[in-house]
Structures are given as C-alpha cells and as structure tokens.
C-alpha cells in the first residue's frame, strides 16, 4: 500500500520542474510540450500492447500520466507566451506611462505602507479608438487616493488604469507591474462574483468598531481579506511563525469540506450526495475568497479526494496531494515559482509523512497527547523553515510554541467569521455578534502573536539563499532524527548519537546567538550616540541627531527599505 501511495508522485514532482522551467524559459516551452506529446504517445501503444503483462500497463498509464501532466502545463505557457510578448510591444510603443483596461481577479492587497496591489486580466492597450486589444495577467499598483470609487474595487471589477509599465521578471504570473497615478472603474463586478464582494464586505462592516489587532484578523481567517491587517500586526505574525493565519491556507479549505460533507451526513443524504454537497461548498468557498495558491491546492486536493471517495478507492493522503499538485501545475504552470504554493505543498506533505513519527518519538518523553499537540506544528516548521529563508535569512525560535497556542483558536475563527459574513447582508445585527465572538479567539492569535515577537531572541539570524536553504534543510532534518529515529541497533544509535550532537550545536548557537542580540547588543548601543550608518541594502543611510532633533541622509533608490 505504501508504494501505491507514492504512485503519483512522479507525476508531481516533474510537472513542477516543466512548468517551473516553462515558465522561466518560455522558449523551451513548445519543446517541453511536443516532447511530452511523443512520450504520451509511446505510453499509449505500450499500455495498448500490454494488455496481459499488468506491471507494464501500470507502468505505462503512469508514463502517460506524467506526460499528459507535463504537456498540458508545458502548452499553457506557449499558448501564452505570444499573448505577453504582444502585450510589452504594445506598451513600449505607449512611452513611459500606459493606459490600459483590465479585469480584476485577485484580492485588493496592502503593498507596503501606503499603496494597494491587485491582479488582473488586460483587455485592452490604449485609449479610444487607438486601443489594441490584449490578454494577459498583470499586478497594479496604486495609492488608495488615486482609486476612483475605491470601495466598489474588487475581484471582477473591469478598471482603466493609467501609470508606468515595469516587466516583471521570467517565471512571473505577472507580465508586468504597473504603477498606476489613476485608476477608474469602468463597470463593478457582476453575477457571484458581485454577491461574494458584498458579503466580504458585509463581514469588514460586521467587524467595524471593535478593536483593531482582533478584528483586523477575523476577515483575514475567515474569507482571506487582509486589508484590515496592519504593518506591525502583520510583523509580529511573521516574526512567530503565525503568518499563514493571517489569511485563508489549505487548512480552511478542509474544514468547509468537512462541514458540508458532516451537514449532508447529518440530513440523511446518501455518500454521492454528501460529496456533491461538499464540492458545492467548496466550489463556493474558493469563489468566496477568491483562488490564491495555497487555496488553490487544498481546493484540488479536496476535489480529488472526494473523487476517490465517490468511486469508492481509499484516499491515500500522499496520492491525494500529488495528483492535487499535478492538475494545479497543469492548469496553472506560473504555481511552480509560487512560494506560497510551495510553503502549502511543503506544510502538507510534512504532516503526512513526519507529524506521526515526530508524536511517536515525543512520546517517549512526554504524556502522547501532548506530543500530539507538538508534532503537527513541528513538522509544519522543519519542512518550511528552508524555504522560508529564501524570504527573510531568520529563523523564528519560539515558531512551533507559537503554533500551539494559536492552533485552538484559528478553526473557532474561521468558523465563526464565515457565519458572520454568510449572515451579513440579512441579517446585520446577527453578524455583529458572530464578529465579536469570532473577535475573542482572533484576539488571542493576536496577542499571542505580539508576545511571541516581542521575546529576547525571537528572530536567529541565518545565512542568505540557497547555502542557507540547504544548511537549514540538514539541521531540519538532524532535528527530525533526533526526535523521531528509535535508537535500537548500531547504525541507529551512531545516526541518532550524530543528529542529536548536532542539534545540541545548534542549540548552543541559537542560544548565544539571541543572548546576544536580546541582552548584550543593546547594551552595546551607546546611549548618547550622535550618529548611526544603518546597513539598509542600498548603501548606508547615515542618522545625524542634534539635541531632540534626528536627521536621515540617504541617496537609495527603494524608500520602503528604511521603513
């Protein structure tokens, strides 16, 4: 059964290298794609001719499989491929500010402190009679005052946007950023994207009036709107490893499903009917908060699993989230250079593979139900943490004691706020008080969130990149063995007696490290001083302090590092 399970992992894993290389080299795309198409071919006649050899036909249903996975996700970057180029020819010729027509598809973001960012499709390029028409995804950046009618902004809004036109680098869903000086609203969303709209926004009014930290959380669990979220709130969450609460993750997708699914059980329907309830469901959640790539892949995931079920096969979870992995990469290539895809695929597949092993060998030195509570925010944060660094070089120590506190909370918000936002547009009143129900979980998120970051030594400072991906990769995985590996036999005790010495080095370091940034740095910092170099990334900007007065000199290019 184990080698069953990992069946389709082929399939998954080379479809995120064709698409990721499609993506970022979309020249080799049409290559990829009739190569593909051969090898489907070929598996066809192996699979025809080996009607009675069964190793063979399993054998090639699978070959076929990866190459339908990777041909499809190979064609959808060629087919678009000419669409983008069009695009940037025709914004060339438009000089240094663009105007263009686009259609929302995307939650309307904070991008720093003071602009808001959205995706959308582009229709057209240019004004008038002069416009050409186009399609192609782009990000718009703009300030909030610059918005016309800001508040009807939302996904399947058609927007004129006017502004500078910067390409986005290779691998980008994007083709380009346009900074935007004016953004008009040519028509607002329409049919079930107009009443999803209205009900997020019912659930921000629900939410309006309560304090701030708490309630800018609640639409953020519940339908994935993190307008409300602010900068040091959402800091703090990044900084204790809470940053997937901050908006809807996979898990959310799971808990919708397995409510309509125990509804449908609960009115007496039948097995069939309980899976078309629970698709439905989802289906409308997905629309509800609009598709981002961790919900993409618990929606697939979820769609695939209620397909074994309905056909009656047992859904083996590392089956589940590969051929989940494989259609999302397929339909959607530009997922292979998604971080947050790849953070939910990562979280995932630990938790499949090492959440148990990690509760079995915690086990052995605390109560079980204890180290079950532990294993599954463990397990979340060994498989992350490395590609974490490739966002921020830190590594958040009290990360895993965070989770557990906060764990009990998010379902009860999620829950709770998509009543309140389900409710909204009927019954107001009803949904003010689901609010500030939700408001008391969110708000011990919130807090526990604050305190966390706020701790000497939160944040272990760690080697940049790639180098230090890997190194972490190896602790994570000394770690692991330390705690999950039985010391029985001799090549155990010697792998156990390793990973265990080098998780005490790391120990010590980390517990150096933040004696020293939390007790004896500070120290260090002289309390009169006159002026600072602040090593910012872009050269150094100099602090000149006269009395109570401060002065910053500084000639980069990027204001936001200084923030």
């Not at 079920?309 to 530009?334: C, E, I, K, Y």
Request: charged share 10%; hydrophobic share 55%.
């Amino acid at each position: 059964m184990m080698g069953r399970a990992w069946t389709l992992a082929p399939a998954a894993a080379l479809t995120w290298v064709v698409a990721g290389l499609a993506t970022v080299h979309p020249a080799v795309a049409p290559a990829l794609a009739a190569g593909s198409a051969t090898v489907m071919a070929g598996a066809i006649v192996m699979t025809w001719r080996s009607r009675r050899a069964v190793r063979l036909r399993r054998a090639g249903v699978l070959i076929g499989l990866v190459a339908l996975s990777t041909g499809v996700a190979a064609a959808n970057v060629w087919s678009a491929t000419g669409p983008r180029e069009h695009v940037i020819d025709l914004a060339e010729r438009e000089g240094p500010l663009v105007s263009m027509t686009a259609t929302v598809t995307g939650k309307i973001e904070p991008w720093g402190s003071e602009h808001l960012a959205f995706d959308a499709v582009a229709s057209a390029v240019g004004d008038g009679e002069g416009a050409h028409a186009v399609a192609a995804v782009i990000q718009i950046v703009v300030a909030p005052d610059d918005i016309e009618n800001v508040s009807a902004l939302d996904a399947g809004a058609v927007v004129g946007a006017r502004g500078s036109f910067r390409v986005s680098e290779a691998g980008e869903r994007a083709v380009a950023q346009v900074h935007a000086t004016v953004v008009e609203l040519l028509r607002p969303a329409g049919g079930v994207l107009r009443i999803s709209s209205d009900l997020r926004r019912g659930l921000l009014a629900a939410v309006d009036g309560l304090p701030s930290d708490g309630a800018s959380l609640v639409p953020g669990l519940a339908v994935g709107d993190t307008l409300l979220v602010t900068e040091q709130m959402d800091a703090a969450m990044k900084e204790s490893s809470l940053s997937h609460l901050t908006a809807v993750s996979g898990s959310n997708c799971a808990l919708v499903v397995g409510l309509a699914f125990a509804a449908a059980a609960a009115s007496g329907l039948g097995r069939t009917w309980r899976i078309v309830v629970a698709m439905l469901a989802l289906g409308g959640f997905v629309v509800l908060v609009t598709p981002e790539p961790s919900v993409v892949r618990a929606a697939g995931m979820a769609a695939v699993a209620m397909l074994a079920l309905l056909l009656g096969r047992t859904s083996q979870g590392v089956a589940v989230l590969s051929a989940a992995l494989a259609v999302a990469l397929a339909a959607d290539p530009w997922l292979s250079g998604s971080l947050g895809f790849g953070l939910s695929a990562a979280a995932t597949g630990s938790l499949l593979l090492f959440a148990r092993p990690l509760a079995q060998g915690l086990a052995r030195i605390m109560p079980q139900s204890l180290a079950l509570v532990l294993a599954v925010p463990l397990a979340a944060q060994l498989a992350c943490g490395p590609l974490l660094i490739l966002i921020t070089p830190t590594v958040a120590l009290y990360g895993v004691a965070a989770n557990v506190l906060a764990a009990p909370a998010a379902p009860v918000v999620t829950v709770v706020g998509l009543a309140a936002c389900l409710v909204a547009p009927i019954l107001p009143v009803v949904a003010s008080g689901l609010a500030a129900l939700a408001w008391v979980p969110a708000t011990w998120i919130a807090a526990t969130a604050s305190t966390v970051s706020a701790l000497p030594g939160d944040q272990l400072p760690w080697i940049e990149g790639l180098g230090g991906a890997l190194l972490l990769t190896a602790v994570s995985a000394a770690i692991g063995l330390a705690v999950a590996l039985p010391a029985g036999g001799t090549a155990r005790r010697r792998l156990h007696g390793i990973a265990r010495g080098a998780v005490a080095v790391l120990a010590g370091v980390a517990g150096g490290t933040a004696a020293l940034a939390g007790v004896l740095g500070p120290a260090t910092l002289p309390a009169s001083w006159q002026m600072l170099a602040c090593d910012v990334g872009q050269g150094d900007a100099v602090l000149v302090r006269a009395d109570d007065r401060v002065a910053l000199i500084d000639t980069g290019p990027d204001p936001e590092a200084l923030r």
